[in-house]
């Protein structure tokens, strides 16, 4: 998709987010290496959560920061605090600028911690229940919101209109759903395309 981007010469940028259990990967190292030899503008976003499905990054690498890996695909490497929005947001705004500029990809990543197991199966026994709580003081959705209260930005009130405003919408497309008949099976492979 990025070099497709790159030919357009629309200013475009590919992103893609994966956790840092696929920077250990193969097809990690060799898609972010052609997309480095090729100079195409797309932004890899690692978040890391700190645990790839059960096994803590310490356990999958030597290195305790994905982004130091941009260095050798001579790229930019940034790292962010992923529990900030802002933070990622300003991350990834300079990174999708390098990439209009022609400078290639970048490679961003996100310290967060994921809350919950890696699937509804995983309870998430194997994380450290401190680690757990350490994590959920940094919760960036209360975080932003406390923000946007001491900006002035957001009051009781229009919290509260949102609040209801976003249970409507969710509501809605519920009844949408449990409504709407199962898909046929001849709609199985729209969509869905192999090289």
Sequence with gaps: MALALKRQGKGRVAMTWFG?????R??????INLAAVLRVP??????NNQYAYSTPLSRQTRVPDIAVRAGG???????AEGNDV???YEAAKEAVERARRGEGPSLLECKTMRMRG??????????????????????????FEARLREWGIL???GEARITKRLAEELEAAVA????????????????????
């Design 176 to 195: 949408w759903a449990e409504a709407s008949p199962f898909p046929e099976g001849k709609d199985m492979e729209q969509g869905v395309y192999s090289t």
């Design 155 to 157: 009051d009781v009130s």
């Design 118 to 143: 890696h699937s509804e199966h995983d309870d998430a026994a194997y994380v450290p229940r401190q680690m757990l709580e350490e994590w959920r003081a940094k919760d960036p959705i209360q975080g």
């Design 20 to 24: 840092e259990g696929a920077s250990s």
């Design 26 to 31: 193969g097809d990690f190292h060799e898609g």
């Design 86 to 88: 802002l933070a990622v």
């Design 73 to 79: 695909y001579g790229i930019a490497g940034t790292i």
């Design 42 to 47: 797309v932004v890899f976003v690692c978040n």
